[in-house]
């Protein structure tokens, strides 16, 4: 079936009399008759639920959905994007290993990364997206376990390089793994590009409507871990899982599984059945909202860029973007996206004012949601970072990032009009 069919209908598919919609199994528990055949459960041999911190239908069917939209072997959803990263990080890195990520990255896995990851024993060798192979092949070694991007980069705007990336990661045998939060399966596939590891805060455009906080790891099952001497913990036994070799017992589905039985198991980061409900119904209109969203977003930027109190706008849809050569190279042309930024001229005390003045467009801490919204990144998400990490992040203290929605775009235009005249 075709994107669309699957963001609709993908997944969950009922047999005869039954439910329609995707139900909510409500339960943390699944009953069996006898205690072989929840052995078998346990041995992976039947591929029921036992408990719903390891698994449950509602969220085995969002996973579905989600796999098949970005093309990959198998999902794994958990209690938010924050956790899809650490999970996805930890299935491959133990103290002593390494990361090489671009610098351009959303504040909250910057911090991960480089506070609580490092402070584990897990180093982040960040990078500058525009630094050439050779200096992006210096910093790898035989403790490097991931190359860490975002299709887009969140607030700096920068599409992510996915030719020289993959590249680098084929050639040394790491894994990719790509962040598509902002850019989602409909606008952008990593899949395609050379990722084999897809990334989702699904709190943004999947759900869409800003009801649940939510994460996914899509398992692309396209990096060949056999005897691969970098990631022995997918070819020997994992004792802690009586002894399975996850390459040997999962196939191209060994990334996923481990994630799941081992620390979806161990660290208990499980997305709720009621959140995976919600969300799975968000994404039945992903495609019509991601087009919708491109649309009012082009025209918002088109009228910032002829603003006289404007001094930059960044949208990648733009032909004037840094990233617009790139974004048509990689995005599948179903447009490019609600999110931009934008400098407003005078400082810090002038893009404070415009927020103020916002009537339709609130200032919230969130961004890819159907209400159009605004955020001030050096005094908010970015904060913690140093005045030189926001340099390096593209953050200048007069710029606002725009999360254009899927109101009526004429409304949206007026209201930031209004208010940089005010
Ligand atoms: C919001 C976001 C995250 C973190 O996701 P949460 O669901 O808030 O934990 C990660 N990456 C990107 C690009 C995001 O926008």
Redesign the pocket.
Known sequence: MKIDTNCVQGGYSPKNGEARVLPIYQSTTFAYDTPEQLADVFDLKDPGFMYTRLGNPTVNYFEDKIALLEGGVGALATS??????LLAILNVCNAGDNIVAVNK??G??FNLLNVTLRRSGIETRFVDPDADADEIEKLIDDKTKVIFG?TVA?PAMTIFDFDKFSAIAKKYGILLYV?N??ATPILCRPLELGANVV?H????YIDGHACC???IIVDGGNFDFVGNPRYPMFNEPDASYHGMVYTRDCGNKAFVVKARVQLLRDLGTTMSPFNAFLTNMGAETLHLRMEKHSANALAVAKALVSNPKIEEVRYNGLESDPSYERSCKYYLGRGFGGMMTFCVKGGREAANKVMKNLKLAKIVTH??DARTCVLHPASTTHRQLTDEQLVACGIKDNLIRLSVGIEDAEDIIADLEQALNA
Do not use: F, H, M, P
């Open positions: 938010s994007g924050q956790a899809a990263a990255i959303y909250g896995t975002e969140n962040d939060t902002l990334l805060s699904t709190t943004k906080v939510g994460g961004v890819a």
